[in-house]
């Protein structure tokens, strides 16, 4: 019996590139979906060509060449160089061209704008189309590490502890000085001279860092911070804020965040909120953004939270919780477990970004209670921020709909799963929050083209997205015709996509 043969490879064959793409690749479908993108109206560089000079590559083959790639985990411009020349449905895609991977690098690293664009001009398109309802958002953060290693990156504790370690040394080293001969004295001379030029180096940090009014520094990525990543490990990275529509769980708005949460709950939900064009809408969140200004930013723009309330925190293990005072509104006052009467001053106390209230009693001092409620030698103290009916009037909603807020995991964490475990996206290959997000919204537009497939099929989807371009190219050119001003359509323009 003989093996399975191959074709001779001496053989003249002629190979039929539109034969060996399959109608439901992937490939096809973004082929045509950058087609019916208006790239020049979204930033990408190199849209529009002169007459003059040598032509550069169109940006929608490029911008091809990325969703294709990425959706298969290849982010390396290097690799996706390789992918050009070995990658039968790319000779497709790309129509033979095989850009160069400096090529390649340049175009994500110049159109990080445009990415934006796109990606808001997508989720304005999936909103037209009906995928996305705007009444229930989630809104969740993930953390990717950054291209800076842990030794690059710099606080004052540990600059601090770096100069204390050489001043320690050079003390050590001329201590020994008297003691030493002369060949040994030459050596020492030169471990100090060396230690006191490492030492201008970490001071020429520390005024960097006290200029810069940060807390910290990185040297490679300057943008990077030391994060708390998943499972208590700790790196340099950046925290990627998102949010999700509930209908059909597509991401809608994505943004690089402070090291935490508790300032990006109303950041998020105000430019969702602009974005998507709503008066009102619900949020879902995690305990992470429970924090009285931004739910009251929320609440002043009309959006209603529900964020999983802090756990209530006491000074020591022993103590009776907060939950065993009782609040009065009207007399302003707390009354304790032994029904005493704490009451607070007229004074407010700066917290930085909230005020609050200090609330005591005398009667602590001969309370019987007084072991069980606190340890302090003043008695119990409970201190009330300026937000705090805000926040329980949150707390109120989600422990009144726990079904409701549950939905939270299944429409935000979903995404992230599948952008970090299955695509890869732990880590960034770029520098700088505005390439490092470049790579984010790569991964979301691909994301929700697979959900669009998945929801609708691909092929009502190609007839809903053809359908939907030629509606806003017919009543775009109608109003230009209308108004022939250029500031006129191009204010007509976007506030046409936007309704």
Not at 94 to 107: M, N, Q, W
Not at 243 to 255: T, W
Request: charged share 25%; with cysteine; aromatic share 12%.
């Amino acid at each position: 019996m003989q093996h399975v043969i191959g074709e001779d490879r001496n053989q003249f064959q002629i190979i039929y590139l539109e034969q060996l793409v399959p109608e439901n690749s992937w490939a096809r479908v973004i082929d045509l979906f950058v087609d019916l993108l208006p790239l020049a109206e979204l930033g990408f560089k190199h849209s529009t060509t002169q007459n003059e000079g040598r032509p550069p590559y169109d940006p929608a083959m490029l911008l091809k060449l990325y969703l294709y790639g990425y959706k298969y985990s290849i982010r390396s411009s290097r690799k996706l160089e390789h992918a050009c020349k070995v990658n039968v449905e790319l000779w497709w895609l790309l129509k033979g061209l095989t850009p160069s991977f400096r090529t390649i690098a340049y175009f994500r690293k110049e159109n990080s704008n445009a990415f934006t664009a796109t990606f808001k001009r997508f989720v304005l398109m999936l909103k037209d189309l009906d995928l996305i309802e705007g009444e229930t958002i989630a809104i969740d953060s993930f953390k990717i590490f950054a291209q800076n290693s842990i030794r690059k990156n710099f606080t004052q504790k540990k600059i601090d502890r770096h100069l204390d370690y050489i001043d320690k040394k050079v003390a050590e080293y001329e201590a020994q000085l008297d003691e030493s001969d002369a060949e040994d004295k030459a050596m020492l001379k030169e471990k100090i001279q060396l230690k006191l030029n490492r030492r201008k180096k970490y001071e020429e940090l520390n005024k960097a860092l006290k200029d810069s009014g940060e807390s910290q520094i990185s040297l490679t990525d300057k943008d990077a911070r030391a994060l708390m990543l998943t499972n208590n490990i700790s790196g340099i990275g950046f925290n990627i804020q998102a949010a999700a529509d509930a209908k059909n769980k597509l991401l809608i708005h994505s943004h690089i965040g402070g090291t935490t949460d508790k300032r990006e709950l109303a950041t998020v939900a105000l430019e969702v909120q602009e974005l998507l064009g709503k008066d009102t809408f619900n949020t879902l969140s995690d305990a992470g953004y429970s924090t009285g200004d931004q739910l009251s930013l929320c609440k002043d723009s009309g959006i209603c939270t529900y964020s999983s309330p802090m756990p209530s925190t006491t000074p020591y293990d022993n103590c009776l919780p907060l939950s065993s005072f009782i609040y009065n509104n009207e007399g302003n006052c707390y009354t304790c477990p032994s029904g005493e009467r704490m009451t607070c001053g007229s004074g407010w106390i700066n917290r930085g970004h909230y005020k609050s209230k200090i609330y005591k009693t005398k009667a602590c001092k001969n309370c019987q209670k007084r072991k069980i409620c606190t340890q302090n030698k003043g008695g119990r103290i409970i201190e009330r921020s300026e937000f705090q009916d805000i926040i329980d009037e949150n707390n109120r909603r989600v422990l009144d709909n726990p079904d409701y807020y549950k939905l939270r995991r299944a429409i935000i964490e979903h995404p992230f799963g599948t952008l970090k475990r299955q695509w890869g996206f732990t880590f960034t290959l770029m520098r700088g929050k505005k390439n490092a997000m470049s790579e984010a919204y790569i991964l979301m537009i691909i994301y929700n083209l697979k959900r669009c497939l998945s929801i609708m099929g691909e092929k009502d989807f190609r007839n809903k997205i053809k359908s939907h371009y030629f509606h806003y190219l017919y009543y775009y050119t109608l109003f230009c015709c209308q108004f022939n001003c250029e500031n006129n359509s191009h204010y007509l323009k976007i506030n046409f996509m936007r309704a």
